[in-house]
């Protein structure tokens, strides 16, 4: 048996410890069905009590065992919202750093990451979260190299994943890698889930706007961006515009909003794009025009580049029953 251990503690994501299950759960099925002779996943949940865990939405989880020791393959972490604000769980971080596979893979779901890294699971290898806690994921533990766009991240033994249901897609990883496609493509196919789920997480989360400026020139820019996005935003124009050199206005662009006017121009259009797509039935000609992209070639590109997706499969994704 491959022993797969998913801790509980009180304020865990529910579905970061059932969707994972039912992945490992179904590709024994999926084993059988296709008549493969492997190693069958074991999924424990350990806890500090057998009493039932009440997760952070109200549903509680029976353990199957209480923090002791165990041989693990795989340690999986579940998330919450109390893990990005809190670490006072002494009992399950010591339990972690205790039982944590040398050998095996360690991974965590959602802000699970934040539970290895104060364990010190985890020091400065390259991680994922989800993409509303991963700024304050880097600014606490500074060591980790934080990329807040991934559904899932590998580096080395350590794998972890975005929020919530991008725990399924990191089982359904691990299967493929222990077991082969056929059988984690069989498992995502009973779930009704994509194997491999197109784009990163950046397609989901809200636009992100750096905080604003005390620099009355580069915070007028900014103004400028957002107010008229199909407008001529160039180096040469913004700067223009707020009385300043190309070069000292790309220099201060910099170091305010830390990145170039440039991208950060590609980067409120894209927001205008996803706006339009979202709430209108328009042609993306026009979507481009409005936001400020020369062409819909121009459009799909800076979609690829900023989403992973194409502009099309945003809208398919997103737009409401009412814009349909």
């Known amino acids: 048996m491959h022993t797969v251990a998913i801790p509980l503690y009180p304020g865990f994501q529910p579905l970061d410890v059932s969707g994972p299950n039912e992945v490992f759960v179904g590709a024994n099925h999926a084993m059988d069905e296709l008549g493969i002779d492997a190693e069958r996943y074991e999924v424990i949940l350990p806890a500090l009590t057998l009493d039932p865990v009440p997760s952070e939405s109200g549903l509680t989880f029976g353990p199957t065992q209480t923090f002791t020791p165990s041989t693990i393959d795989t340690l999986l972490v579940p998330g919450g919202l109390i893990t990005a604000v809190t670490h006072e769980h002494p009992e399950l971080l010591e339990w972690l750093q205790a039982n944590a596979p040398t050998e095996g893979r360690v991974g965590s779901v959602c802000t699970g990451t934040f539970l290895l890294a104060a364990a ?11 993409w509303a ?4 994921l880097a600014k606490r533990f500074p060591d980790l190299d934080v990329d807040p766009d991934p559904i899932y991240r590998v580096d080395g033994n350590i794998w972890t994943s975005a929020g919530v249901t ?3 897609d990191l089982a359904l990883a ?9 059988v984690a493509k ?5 779930l009704v889930v994509y194997l491999h789920r197109p784009g990163g997480q950046s397609q989901f989360s809200s636009p992100v706007w750096s905080e604003p400026t005390e620099v009355q020139p580069i915070r007028e820019a900014c103004d400028i961006i957002h107010r008229s996005p199909d407008a001529d935003l160039s180096v040469a124009a913004l700067a223009e515009s707020v009385g300043m050199s190309e ?7 910099r170091s305010e909003i830390g990145e170039s006017p440039a991208r950060y121009v590609d980067r409120v259009r894209v927001d205008v794009a996803r706006t339009i797509l979202e709430r209108e039935v328009t042609s993306l000609d026009h979507v481009a025009t409005r936001a400020g992209f020369s062409s819909a070639e121009v459009l799909r590109r800076a979609f690829h580049r900023r989403l992973g997706v194409s502009p099309a499969a945003y809208r398919r994704n997103t737009r409401t029953k009412a814009t349909t």
Do not use: P, W, Y
């Open 120 to 130: 010190g699971l985890i020091t400065d290898q390259k991680v994922t979260t989800h």
């Open 133 to 136: 806690r991963a700024g304050l």
């Open 166 to 168: 991008a725990g399924i």
């Open 174 to 182: 691990m299967v493929e890698a222990d077991c082969g496609a056929s």
């Open 186 to 190: 069989l498992v995502a196919r009973h």
């Open 247 to 253: 070069r000292n206005f790309t220099r201060v662009f």
